[in-house]
């Protein structure tokens, strides 16, 4: 994984995802798609080739756990670096996501610097 | 080999850890243990290898730590492999079978108090939120705690996008809480509400929005609550929500001033006030929405003779207890074996199930109420045809009496299908009642009887408004102020009681209070005073109440001198008869007074008397019918000012004809000839003229289509037994037609 990686954000708030695409920017991250929730993300990761996921995970349809379900159960997907962004700090929902195989999460709301941090350390496992 | 599944789920464990080569365990490293630490947690259980399971479980707590930070990872590390060196150790002594030795032997892990108990204490969770909050806005871009510099925006087409998809998003909420409304226990319905709230809060603290932030935060932390099953969903904490989401409106409202540069900083306003309701609610215990509430584990237990109440209760009272699993506490301590909690978490779970639903359209169910309406009559209308035409088959004529049973049956069923509690309506009102009474700073407390008490759907927000009107006829008038009640030596907090309850076809809501009463003296007095009552006239105890429901008893002048009642009661009596109800009152002066209103149970259906006049039927609800009567010649009066009048147990009543009215042509037309009914509506009483009275009993409402739904004096047809059709008479509806007349 490197800056020229391409970045999946996941969230249904677009307001939320302005903010993710702006802060991956500063961190040298250019190759940004978008999606409003699990399903469409979905879509688009088997439609083409993603490095690395950011997302949401509290959304409607297919919320982020789901997602990330989905990615590991997937042969072609199951190894792409998962990032949990939630504002849920009741513990059972991170330790459920850790379970399911998430590479980091962050909690909302977090800064350049958090952010940055985390991917950081998952840009290290990745190589 | 049974065993060899704990050691090699020990060995994937070491190897994992091993693997970290010393470093901090990181998130997918955990992961894996954890999973694998689960396994044998859940195998040591099964294998009934307490102590192992206990020691276990103790590691996944610590992993857990870890993963949330609130341990040092490197610190956390070296605990997780001590406490892993300890485990395979005893997991060993356990697979080679020596338990005694074990019983000594204790994993020394220790954990931080964040992460003990099963799970964190509620509080502690809410609290966590707070945490996160401050934990942000201490690593925050800008902290800067001034006091009126202006807002400086960062990033104006954010900012933009921010104003426009919440408010969005906030109207969203609006819609989908009359969902949560109506399905409070639907966990997608909450969640639909709680993720704008969440959004927003995201959003709103990149942006340097803090009170927004705060108040999203706010409500988010209440629906969380509520998510979790903590607090359960009330109409209270609709109320809450529904008021956060204006003030979030109001303030990301205001950004849009800022950016238009009429302001110079977003609103503020003071939350306080939505705090303080937050914690009211709790105080109140506001008794939830929901329906059959599930059996405790505990409950179940002491019900299947595990443990003992005092086992229990000593289990519950102790501080941990707050966090932490009932069932798995009792286990640890070897009150009960987990084949029992197993047992008793099964019923419970069995419980669950008994209670759940499947959510239906409500107009696919009104249609289908309304075909097994037209079931019924057209099985009625096989049966008297075969007994005109004197077909005498005895086989057909039981399977029919067959058909009939099951048709009738298939009725009940259906008209059940969309009966509900009262008890929300009742949850509405005690709300209310709690406002009312602190606007005119009054203590009260709110009783309730008979909430399971169940109504037609469709009824239920048609009785809403005269109950809200009785209630606060209660509030306002009926309970004196605290300072009269001590003076009296009441108590200074009122009791507002709601019950329901069910009586021949009716459901019956009464709103009692225990204040002033209603002052008979006085109520007559202003009677004659509007010149209700002659002067003479003398009236019964029951008769007086009848003059505050009457119109014109009553003005806009302020009543609470006279009798403390009378505000607008007409209306609400009106409002009654309009569903076919009537209203009841008992009083006694200085204790209380009583308002009982009879609804029918559903506006499928009404209970009525079929009457005829020349070819025409009509059916009369029952609950306008005072008496029936058969008049001599010497009862009839044609007063000149007043017109045709008979005399009914000494009072003298209009007469109103039907013929007349609906233009039929009736078999008799001289009262002493015919019968009379005596209908109450509206206050007053008419004696109808009518042919025959034909059966009493239950019809099925026809609404009536297009230009008839007008028809003034009819509020709907039915389909009778003989397959003809009658009309329903509206009793207010004919008075006011015969008045005209006259």
């Known amino acids: 994984m490197n800056k020229s990686s391409k970045v999946l954000v996941v969230d249904d708030f677009s307001t939320m995802r302005k903010v993710i695409r702006n802060l991956l920017k500063q961190l040298g991250y250019e190759n940004i798609v978008e999606a409003g929730d699990g399903v469409m993300a979905l879509e688009l990761l088997r439609s083409q080739k993603i490095d690395f996921i950011i997302a949401d995970w509290n959304m409607p349809n297919m919320n982020g756990l789901e997602l990330l379900k989905e990615v590991r159960a997937d042969a072609a997907l199951s190894r792409t670096p998962f990032l949990m962004v939630t504002a849920e700090s009741l513990r059972d929902n991170v330790i459920e996501a850790v379970r399911a195989g998430v590479d980091n999460y962050v909690v909302k709301p977090f800064t350049a610097d958090v952010l940055s941090e985390k991917i950081a350390e998952i840009e290290k496992k990745y190589g | ?742």
């Open chain 2, 1 to 742: 080999m049974e065993q060899d599944r704990i050691e090699g789920l020990m060995d994937v464990i070491a190897s994992t850890f091993v693997m970290l080569n010393g470093n901090e365990i990181d998130i997918p490293t955990a992961g894996k243990l954890l999973n694998a630490m689960e396994e044998v947690v859940g195998e040591a259980r099964v294998r009934n290898m307490e102590a192992l399971a206990g020691a276990a479980r103790e590691l996944v707590a610590l992993l857990e730590s870890i993963v949330l930070e609130r341990i040092d990872p490197g610190e956390g590390a070296s605990r997780f492999a001590e406490g892993l060196s300890s485990l395979q150790a005893m997991a060993h002594n356990f697979i080679e079978g020596e338990e005694a030795a074990m019983r000594g032997g204790n994993v020394s892990v220790q954990i931080p108090a964040a992460g003990e108990g099963e799970r964190l204490p509620k509080e502690e969770a809410g609290g966590e939120g707070e945490d996160d909050m401050s934990r942000g806005m201490r690593t925050g871009a800008d902290d800067s705690d001034d006091d009126a510099p202006p807002f400086i925006v960062q990033d104006e087409s954010l900012l933009r996008d921010f104003i426009t998809e919440s408010l969005e998003y906030i109207s969203e909420i609006e819609i989908n809480i009359l969902d949560l409304e109506q399905n409070p226990q639907d966990k997608e319905c909450v969640n639909a509400v709680f993720r704008p709230f969440h959004s927003i809060k995201g959003v709103s603290s990149f942006l340097d929005l803090k009170d927004i932030r705060d108040t999203a935060h706010e409500l988010e932390t209440l629906l969380d609550r509520v998510r979790s099953g903590e607090l359960t969903m009330t109409s209270g904490i609709i109320d809450i929500i529904l008021e956060g989401a204006d003030m979030l409106k109001l303030m990301i409202g205001s950004l849009q001033e800022v950016l238009e540069g009429t302001r110079r900083r977003p609103m503020a306003p003071d939350m306080s006030e939505l705090r303080e309701k937050i914690d009211r609610l709790e105080e109140e215990g506001v008794p939830p929405i929901d329906e059959k509430p599930v059996k405790k584990l505990g409950t179940i237990l002491v019900e299947d003779g595990v443990i003992t109440e005092d086992i229990l209760e000593d289990a519950l009272k102790r501080p941990e207890a707050k966090g932490g699993k009932i069932g798995q506490r009792l286990i640890a301590e070897g009150k009960a074996t987990p084949k029992q909690v197993m047992g008793a978490l099964r019923k419970q779970s069995k419980q669950v199930m008994e209670t759940s639903t499947v959510r239906v359209d409500v107009k696919k169910l009104d249609d289908f109420v309304d075909m097994i309406g037209e079931l019924v009559i057209t099985q009625t209308m096989i049966r008297q045809n075969l007994l005109r035409q004197k077909v005498s088959d005895r086989k057909l004529m039981s399977d029919l009496a067959q058909l009939s049973s099951i048709t009738s049956e298939l009725q009940r069923t259906s008209t059940s299908l969309r009966m509900v509690p009262i008890r929300q309506t009742f949850q509405r009102m005690a709300r209310l009642v709690r406002d009312l009474a602190k606007s005119v700073g009054k203590d009260v407390v709110v009783m309730m009887e008979g909430e399971d008490t169940e109504i037609d759907r469709n009824m239920v927000e048609e009785i809403y408004n005269p109950l809200v009107h009785m209630v606060r006829n209660s509030i306002d008038h009926g309970l004196e102020t605290k300072e009269e009640r001590r003076a009296k030596g009441k108590p200074e907090k009122g009791t507002v009681r709601l019950s329901a309850y069910h009586k021949g076809g009716n459901i019956v809501i009464e709103i009692s209070d225990d204040g002033r009463g209603l002052n008979r003296e006085k109520i007559l007095q202003r009677a004659r005073e509007r010149g209700l009552v002659g002067e003479s006239e003398n009236l019964s105890e029951q008769e007086i109440y009848k003059l505050i429901f009457m119109p014109g008893f009553s003005t806009a002048e302020k009543v609470t001198d006279v009798s403390g009642r009378g505000v607008g009661m007409d209306v609400v009596k009106k409002a009654v008869e309009k569903l076919r109800g009537k209203i009841e009152l008992r009083s006694t002066e200085g204790e209380g007074t009583t308002f009982a209103a009879f609804f029918p149970l559903t506006m499928a259906i009404i209970d009525g008397m079929t009457v005829r006049v020349g070819k025409e039927k009509y059916i009369v609800p029952a609950t306008a019918i005072r008496r029936l009567l058969r008049p001599g010649r010497e009862n009839y009066t044609n007063v000149a000012s007043k017109g045709e009048m008979l005399n009914v147990m000494g009072e003298l009543l209009p007469l109103v004809r039907l013929y007349e009215i609906f233009s039929v042509e009736p078999a008799y037309r001289e009262p002493w000839e015919s019968l009379v009914v005596v209908i109450d509506a509206g206050g007053r009483s008419k004696c109808v003229l009518v042919d025959e009275v034909l059966e009493k009993g239950e019809v099925v409402i026809k609404s009536l289509g297009g230009n008839f739904q007008a028809l003034k004096g009819i509020s709907g047809g039915a389909i009778l037994g003989d397959g003809n059709v009658g009309l329903i008479l509206d009793p207010e509806g004919l008075f006011e037609l015969a008045e005209g007349q006259a």
